[in-house]
């Protein structure tokens, strides 16, 4: 359906003359005097009966002002509330995030913090390693790791991560210490969704298949595996915990470890974001940055024995 013209019918209305409609709208009196003459053309009849003087509402224009009238009220009230709603912070937030030491150490808690301090926002966390369809089920952002693909979504970097290789001592007293990646083929290495490592070298990456006879896709279990000195791990600094701090595993092939940008928020590509979406993602940064910081020190820390 066709409004054009209705907005300055309305103005009209209400200011009670053209000139008075053109100054509440910023625009110039024969621009209303067109919208209006090409609305009662639309309509096959007039609405107002005009003189030098003054300006009255035909039988039709009445009808039409009732209706209309109401109905801008109300779809004013309805914008007013949107813009509100963005405004303000309520409303549900729908997360879906990778499961792992990142959603432990960074998701969970910026989520509960920020659930903490705006209590009037509903916050929902999906902590799953499948990809989601974030349009299609309706989550307002989704956090990933790994490349990003052309997927017509907006990705954000969220936080680097540092992959660490680590085994026990009783798996290198037994199998010997590899000291280039390389060496990996003769050594068991927990698998996790590929088999295909990136380590790094001379600054550029360096690309290694590995196998072993333990796929795991879980953090824990991973950990508990090397642990148990079923193999070599190789994973974010973060899902070992204290155990290369305090001796109960050996970090390894120090110089190679790979750095990148590989954490990112993923959202749909949206001209006006809801305040929520913004907030929630400023807290993921602040506790990513938080984090990322502490590794950082840690990793100092390990390569420096």
Same mark, same amino acid.
């Given at each position: 359906m066709n409004f054009d013209g209705l907005t300055?019918?309305?103005?009209v209305?209400?200011?009670?003359? /053209?000139?008075?409609?053109?100054? #509440?709208?910023?625009?110039?009196?024969?621009?209303?005097?067109?919208?209006?003459?090409?609305?009662?053309?639309?309509?096959?009849?007039?609405?107002?009966?005009?003189?030098?003087?003054?300006?009255?509402?035909?039988?039709s224009g009445e009808t039409l002002s009732k209706s209309s009238g109401k109905i801008a009220d109300d779809l004013e009230a309805a914008l007013s509330e949107v813009s509100s709603a963005q405004r303000n912070l309520?409303?549900?937030?729908?997360?879906?995030?990778?499961?792992?030491? /990142?959603?432990?150490?960074?998701?969970?808690?910026?989520?509960?913090?920020?659930?903490?301090?705006?209590?009037?926002?509903? #916050?929902? #966390?999906? /902590?799953?390693?499948?990809?989601?369809?974030?349009?299609?089920?309706?989550?307002?952002?989704? #956090?990933?790791?790994?490349?990003?693909?052309?997927?017509?979504?907006?990705?954000?970097?969220?936080?680097?991560?540092?992959?660490?290789?680590?085994?026990?001592?009783?798996?290198l007293a037994k199998n010997g210490e590899p000291l280039h990646p390389t060496e990996l083929k003769d050594h068991q290495c927990i698998l996790t969704h590929s088999n295909a490592w990136r380590f790094a070298e001379n600054g550029k990456p360096l690309d290694v298949t590995v196998a072993g006879r333990l796929g795991l896709n879980s953090g824990p279990a991973i950990l508990d595996a090397c642990a148990r000195g079923l193999g070599v791990a190789y994973m974010a600094v973060g899902g070992f915990g204290n155990?290369?701090?305090?001796?109960?595993?050996t970090p390894i092939l120090y110089d190679f470890w790979h750095t990148d940008r590989s954490i990112h928020i993923v959202r749909p590509d949206r001209r006006f974001t809801p305040r929520r979406v913004d907030v929630a993602m400023a807290f993921l940064e602040t506790f990513a940055k938080r984090i990322e910081a502490l590794e950082t020190q840690e990793i100092g820390t390990l390569r420096r024995r």
């Open positions: 300055e019918f309305l103005a209305v209400r200011a009670g003359s /053209f000139t008075g409609a053109a100054k #509440i709208l910023g625009v110039s009196v024969p621009h209303v005097s067109r919208q209006v003459a090409r609305l009662e053309a639309r309509l096959g009849t007039k609405l107002f009966q005009r003189n030098t003087r003054s300006v009255h509402l035909t039988q309520d409303g549900r937030l729908r997360i879906a995030a990778l499961s792992g030491s /990142f959603a432990d150490q960074v998701v969970g808690p910026a989520m509960n913090e920020m659930a903490a301090q705006h209590p009037d926002v509903e #916050i929902v #966390i999906d /902590f799953n390693a499948r990809q989601v369809d974030i349009l299609r089920e309706g989550y307002d952002f989704a #956090i990933r790791a790994g490349p990003m693909q052309s997927s017509g979504l907006i990705a954000r970097p969220l936080s680097s991560r540092t992959r660490v290789a680590a085994a026990s001592p009783e798996y155990t290369l701090s305090n001796g109960a595993l």
